[in-house]
């Protein structure tokens, strides 16, 4: 550390705190004129909200993340519990004569049903391969806001 600025009498350490702060600011600034993020996510990359301060988008996409989070998990284990009932009943009311199941005709339908969902995926996969590239540009874009917000999904599915 060089001592340009002359010793202060009173601290007797000179004015090495506003050289250090110095430093420091010189150090952020660099690395806002950087983007080392350019580097590694591509040119484009960076907030879409950079008038938001850093803490901000994360505080941003945490919250947004995790009241996500909190909805799937409930809405989860809802759909599971209707779906496991609904078929505790029908394997009941079976059981019990109520209903006649023609079992060879559900898999009849259920094999016609997976020929046309594998006929639909075919033809869908352009459309997926552009969704995927779009995402993956929106996930650059908004790193910091993105990693906000799987940080609290996370959070939500264990709340």
Same mark, same amino acid.
């Given at each position: 550390?060089?001592?340009?600025?002359?010793?202060?009498? !009173?601290?007797?350490?000179g004015?090495?705190?506003e050289? !250090? #702060?110095?430093?420091?600011?010189? *150090?952020?600034? #660099?690395?806002?004129?950087?983007?080392?993020?350019?580097?590694? @996510?591509?040119?484009?990359?960076?907030?879409?909200?950079?008038?938001?301060?850093?803490?901000?988008?994360?505080? !941003?996409?945490?919250?947004?993340?995790?009241?996500?989070? #909190?909805? @799937?998990?409930?809405?989860?284990?809802?759909?599971a519990?209707?779906?496991?009932?609904?078929?505790? *009943?029908?394997? !009941?009311?079976?059981?019990?004569? #109520?209903?006649?199941?023609?079992?060879?005709?559900?898999?009849?339908?259920?094999?016609?049903?997976?020929?046309? *969902?594998?006929?639909?995926?075919?033809?869908?996969?352009?459309?997926?391969?552009?969704f995927?590239?779009?995402?993956?540009? @929106?996930?650059?874009?908004?790193i910091?806001?993105?990693?906000? @917000?799987?940080?609290?999904f996370?959070?939500? *599915?264990?709340?």
């Open positions: 550390i060089s001592t340009s600025n002359p010793p202060d009498p !009173i601290k007797g350490q004015y090495v705190e050289e !250090i #702060y110095d430093k420091v600011v010189d *150090l952020t600034e #660099y690395a806002k004129r950087q983007r080392w993020w350019n580097r590694l @996510f591509g040119k484009n990359s960076g907030p879409v909200a950079e008038k938001y301060s850093v803490a901000t988008q994360i505080a !941003i996409g945490g919250v947004s993340g995790w009241c996500a989070g #909190y909805l @799937f998990q409930k809405v989860g284990k809802v759909a519990t209707a779906v496991g009932g609904g078929l505790l *009943l029908l394997q !009941i009311a079976n059981n019990s004569g #109520y209903i006649q199941v023609d079992w060879k005709r559900v898999e009849k339908d259920v094999n016609k049903a997976k020929k046309q *969902l594998k006929k639909g995926t075919d033809q869908a996969v352009p459309e997926l391969n552009t995927m590239e779009k995402s993956t540009e @929106f996930v650059k874009k908004n910091v806001v993105t990693g906000g @917000f799987v940080g609290g996370l959070l939500g *599915l264990a709340s």
